[in-house]
């Protein structure tokens, strides 16, 4: 029973991977943001990336 | 080929084989010796006695692709009952001999032992002798007196009552010897294998169904119990020594003529067995009929484990025991070949605690226990006795097992046994019921261990094909550069911020990756991003960033981190787009800080250039190592399950795995 289900899953891995590379699927989810300014052209600081994250930097030794 | 007529009583006498100097008339049983011009009649020879083999004058077989027929036979008789020496006339001319009792085949030959050998009193079980550069084991040492003769032969024994000595001597393989001293002056040296029956694919057998014996005037014996008159029909006539009646519990002494009561049975301790005595089934595609029941009890750390034992016959193939205990099945059948110590290779002679090889598997000791035997019923091949005691030392190595049991003689005798589910035991032997087997038994095989095996084959499969199949999509994604960007940053706060130029995502919906790259040492550079769609002002928010250290110690360069790093977007849709980018900068390593502090704080950068370029359509190995990840929990169940079905067999034995706790 269980290694049915390894079985399947197996093949349905392979599908999964497949089709998530064909449509584009990632690990990463951005935030969407509508309607940004159209003047970032000329104003640069007119709008900032959501996304803050500070990414943990592992020093020197 | 010589044919005459018996100087005794005129009958037809053949002499096949040039060797053979004797032979004994079919007719009137006179022993006859052939002189270069005339023939001497010696007088008549005893009668052969019942001992049950199935090999007769007549029968051929093969031997390493040489065919033989059986011309003549040396019936001797032995403290454990009759073997048969069968003279053996190959078609190439050469002779040999076919040695035989219960079961067990050795075919051999007469070997010059170039060298003295050493004398009977000498020799001791357990001793090694070197014979063609080959080590072998002195086994057994018995004294035994010639029965009884038929056939051709090419000599005779000075005379019948004659005692001689005879050593069993084993190998590790199929190799083995017996040493003849019945001329002490001159021993002879017979050299052979042991075969299998089923490999000598003899031909020409006797026949053991009753009805035709019967025809040929064979009575099958029946014995009446002296106690209670029970009727008993002996399978193994001439080969069971003991009775023992299942109704009464009187044992009978089967080599003494007057039936002599050996010991009775208490009826408190009477059991009556799952497979009844006679009862017929097939195992290892052979029918065997059961002749005999034994109840013994291991004895453990002062605790009694009982134990039961069907002896199973079958006239070909011998004797084999159907043991069970805890509702586990083996079938065990003896053995002359001997196991080997894992370590030195050198063929046991004295039974350890060290794991064994034996027909290329590993066995690891189980357990050694003392076996005292509480009741008996049915015939047995040997002088059973209540009480009986043996040390018994048992190895494993699912479904296989082995055992050598050591008697106070110091006699071992070793058994290969396989594991049987109970159900094949119940199909085989007609019962109704079967009792479910209590725990784990030592040579019970790990039902997970197949599992194990299939669920990693598929785990392996999976990978090669998911390997496959990335490689093909990395081969067809278009994997096309559709932006790219470079740049020097400096201590200029307005050179951190970059808005790009549009640019076009074509193709259909597909991932995009955007890599960032900075060309800094000791540093971090953090990358706010957005991507811009210049039609709809929908931006997709985020971010990446780089970090790289290096520098020199004690033990030389070391570096850390990367000076480039990529994050992939989902499903980006054809179109026009731009880039926002923000970065930030610093030194500070978050693995530098203290507990506590404030996060790395940016410092105004140093000059470093940077780049990114964006992607559409690029291979995502993510999904095959997830693949990877998601496909390892079954294998890993199983490995547990196995793991601890072990745990579970060897906490019985002499072995049991301690535990943390204690
Ligand atoms: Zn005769
Ligand atoms: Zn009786």
Same mark, same amino acid.
């Given at each position: 029973m269980l290694m049915n289900v390894h079985k399947v899953l197996g093949i349905g891995l392979l599908g999964a991977m497949l089709a998530f590379n064909y449509f584009g699927l990632t690990m990463t989810q951005p935030d969407r943001?509508?309607?940004?300014?159209? +003047?970032?052209? *000329?104003?640069?600081?007119?709008?900032?990336?959501?996304? *803050? +994250?500070?990414y943990v930097h592992l020093g020197g030794k | 080929m010589l044919q005459i007529a018996c100087p005794s009583c005129g009958a037809s006498l053949v002499f096949r084989a040039q060797s053979t100097t004797h032979a004994v008339c079919s007719a009137c049983r006179s022993l006859v010796v052939r002189h270069d011009v005339d023939l001497e009649s010696l007088g008549k020879v005893s009668d052969l006695q019942p001992d049950g083999s199935p090999i007769q004058l007549g029968t051929s077989g093969t031997f390493l692709g040489k065919h033989f027929e059986v011309i003549g036979r040396i019936q001797v008789a032995y403290d454990s009952g009759f073997w048969n020496e069968w003279y053996l006339q190959y078609t190439d001319g050469s002779n040999g001999w076919l040695g035989e009792a219960m079961g067990t085949y050795f075919v051999n030959q007469e070997l010059d032992p170039a060298g003295p050998l050493a004398r009977p009193e000498d020799l001791r079980v357990g001793s090694f002798v070197?014979?063609?550069?080959e080590f072998f084991v002195v086994c057994e040492?018995?004294?035994?007196t010639l029965s009884s003769y038929e056939g051709e032969l090419p000599f005779v024994f000075p005379s019948e009552k004659t005692r001689f000595t005879t050593a069993d001597l084993r190998t590790g393989g199929q190799l083995a010897a017996t040493l003849d001293y019945s001329d002490p002056a001159s021993p002879t040296v017979y050299l052979g294998y042991y075969v299998d029956f089923d490999e000598l694919k003899l031909a020409g057998l006797r026949d053991f169904n009753p009805e035709l014996e019967n025809q040929q005037g064979v009575s099958t014996s029946v014995l009446r119990c002296p106690t209670c008159g029970a009727p008993h029909e002996l399978k193994a006539g001439g080969v069971s020594q003991v009775l023992a009646c299942e109704y009464c519990g009187t044992a009978i002494d089967l080599k003494d003529k007057s039936l002599k009561v050996l010991f009775q049975v208490q009826e408190s301790e009477k059991i009556t067995p799952l497979i009844p005595l006679g009862a017929k089934g097939k195992v290892d595609g052979h029918e065997w009929e059961c002749l005999g029941f034994m109840r013994r009890s291991a004895r453990v750390e002062g605790m009694d484990y009982p134990f039961t034992e069907y002896l199973l016959y079958n006239p070909y193939q011998g004797y084999r025991w159907l043991v069970e205990s805890d509702g586990h099945w083996t079938l065990a059948r003896p053995i002359l070949m001997l196991p080997r110590n894992l370590g030195s290779g050198d063929p046991v002679t004295e039974p350890t605690d060290n794991t064994l090889s034996y027909k290329g598997n590993r066995f690891r000791h189980f357990q050694t226990a003392v076996a005292r035997v509480r009741y008996v019923a049915g015939e047995f091949y040997w002088q059973v006795r209540l009480g009986d005691e043996v040390r018994m030392h048992d190895y494993v190595c699912p479904p296989h097992s082995l055992s050598c049991e050591e008697s106070t003689g110091r006699e071992q005798v070793w058994s290969e046994g396989r594991y049987l589910e109970p159900l094949e035991v119940a199909r085989?032997?007609?019962?109704?019921?079967?009792?479910?087997?209590?725990?784990?038994?030592?040579?019970?095989?790990?039902?997970?261990?197949?599992?194990?095996?299939?669920a990693w084959m598929w785990w392996a499969g999976y990978l090669a094909a998911s390997f496959i199949l990335m490689v093909l999509t990395t081969m067809i994604s278009a994997n096309k550069v559709v932006f790219s960007k470079t740049g020097v940053a400096t201590s200029d706060p307005t050179s951190l911020t970059v808005v790009s130029d549009e640019f076009e995502i074509p193709g259909r919906t597909s991932n995009v990756e955007v890599r960032t790259t900075a060309g800094v040492n000791n540093r971090w550079v953090d990358f706010h991003l957005a991507l811009i769609d210049s039609k709809t002002n929908e931006a997709l928010d985020f971010g990446t960033g780089v970090a790289f250290y290096s520098g020199r110690d004690s033990d030389g360069y070391w570096s850390e981190g990367s000076t480039s790093n990529a994050v992939t977007l989902p499903r980006v849709p054809a179109g026009r787009y731009y880039l926002l980018a923000e970065m930030e900068s610093g030194t500070t390593a978050s693995a530098d800080m203290k507990p506590g502090e404030a996060p790395s704080r940016p410092d105004p950068a140093k000059n470093f250039s940077w780049s990114i370029t964006v992607k559409r359509d690029v291979p995502s190995w993510i999904w095959f190592f997830i693949g990877l990840g998601l496909m390892l929990p079954v294998p890993l169940w199983y490995w547990l399950r196995e793991s601890s079905f072990e745990t579970q067999r060897w906490t019985e034995s002499d072995h049991a795995p301690t535990s943390s706790s204690e």
């Amino acid at each position: 029973m269980l290694m049915n289900v390894h079985k399947v899953l197996g093949i349905g891995l392979l599908g999964a991977m497949l089709a998530f590379n064909y449509f584009g699927l990632t690990m990463t989810q951005p935030d969407r943001v509508s309607n940004v300014p159209k +003047t970032i052209r *000329q104003n640069p600081g007119s709008y900032r990336s959501h996304y *803050q +994250t500070h990414y943990v930097h592992l020093g020197g030794k | 080929m010589l044919q005459i007529a018996c100087p005794s009583c005129g009958a037809s006498l053949v002499f096949r084989a040039q060797s053979t100097t004797h032979a004994v008339c079919s007719a009137c049983r006179s022993l006859v010796v052939r002189h270069d011009v005339d023939l001497e009649s010696l007088g008549k020879v005893s009668d052969l006695q019942p001992d049950g083999s199935p090999i007769q004058l007549g029968t051929s077989g093969t031997f390493l692709g040489k065919h033989f027929e059986v011309i003549g036979r040396i019936q001797v008789a032995y403290d454990s009952g009759f073997w048969n020496e069968w003279y053996l006339q190959y078609t190439d001319g050469s002779n040999g001999w076919l040695g035989e009792a219960m079961g067990t085949y050795f075919v051999n030959q007469e070997l010059d032992p170039a060298g003295p050998l050493a004398r009977p009193e000498d020799l001791r079980v357990g001793s090694f002798v070197t014979l063609k550069n080959e080590f072998f084991v002195v086994c057994e040492v018995s004294t035994s007196t010639l029965s009884s003769y038929e056939g051709e032969l090419p000599f005779v024994f000075p005379s019948e009552k004659t005692r001689f000595t005879t050593a069993d001597l084993r190998t590790g393989g199929q190799l083995a010897a017996t040493l003849d001293y019945s001329d002490p002056a001159s021993p002879t040296v017979y050299l052979g294998y042991y075969v299998d029956f089923d490999e000598l694919k003899l031909a020409g057998l006797r026949d053991f169904n009753p009805e035709l014996e019967n025809q040929q005037g064979v009575s099958t014996s029946v014995l009446r119990c002296p106690t209670c008159g029970a009727p008993h029909e002996l399978k193994a006539g001439g080969v069971s020594q003991v009775l023992a009646c299942e109704y009464c519990g009187t044992a009978i002494d089967l080599k003494d003529k007057s039936l002599k009561v050996l010991f009775q049975v208490q009826e408190s301790e009477k059991i009556t067995p799952l497979i009844p005595l006679g009862a017929k089934g097939k195992v290892d595609g052979h029918e065997w009929e059961c002749l005999g029941f034994m109840r013994r009890s291991a004895r453990v750390e002062g605790m009694d484990y009982p134990f039961t034992e069907y002896l199973l016959y079958n006239p070909y193939q011998g004797y084999r025991w159907l043991v069970e205990s805890d509702g586990h099945w083996t079938l065990a059948r003896p053995i002359l070949m001997l196991p080997r110590n894992l370590g030195s290779g050198d063929p046991v002679t004295e039974p350890t605690d060290n794991t064994l090889s034996y027909k290329g598997n590993r066995f690891r000791h189980f357990q050694t226990a003392v076996a005292r035997v509480r009741y008996v019923a049915g015939e047995f091949y040997w002088q059973v006795r209540l009480g009986d005691e043996v040390r018994m030392h048992d190895y494993v190595c699912p479904p296989h097992s082995l055992s050598c049991e050591e008697s106070t003689g110091r006699e071992q005798v070793w058994s290969e046994g396989r594991y049987l589910e109970p159900l094949e035991v119940a199909r085989a032997f007609g019962l109704n019921s079967i009792r479910q087997p209590y725990k784990v038994g030592p040579s019970q095989p790990d039902p997970y261990t197949p599992l194990k095996h299939r669920a990693w084959m598929w785990w392996a499969g999976y990978l090669a094909a998911s390997f496959i199949l990335m490689v093909l999509t990395t081969m067809i994604s278009a994997n096309k550069v559709v932006f790219s960007k470079t740049g020097v940053a400096t201590s200029d706060p307005t050179s951190l911020t970059v808005v790009s130029d549009e640019f076009e995502i074509p193709g259909r919906t597909s991932n995009v990756e955007v890599r960032t790259t900075a060309g800094v040492n000791n540093r971090w550079v953090d990358f706010h991003l957005a991507l811009i769609d210049s039609k709809t002002n929908e931006a997709l928010d985020f971010g990446t960033g780089v970090a790289f250290y290096s520098g020199r110690d004690s033990d030389g360069y070391w570096s850390e981190g990367s000076t480039s790093n990529a994050v992939t977007l989902p499903r980006v849709p054809a179109g026009r787009y731009y880039l926002l980018a923000e970065m930030e900068s610093g030194t500070t390593a978050s693995a530098d800080m203290k507990p506590g502090e404030a996060p790395s704080r940016p410092d105004p950068a140093k000059n470093f250039s940077w780049s990114i370029t964006v992607k559409r359509d690029v291979p995502s190995w993510i999904w095959f190592f997830i693949g990877l990840g998601l496909m390892l929990p079954v294998p890993l169940w199983y490995w547990l399950r196995e793991s601890s079905f072990e745990t579970q067999r060897w906490t019985e034995s002499d072995h049991a795995p301690t535990s943390s706790s204690e």
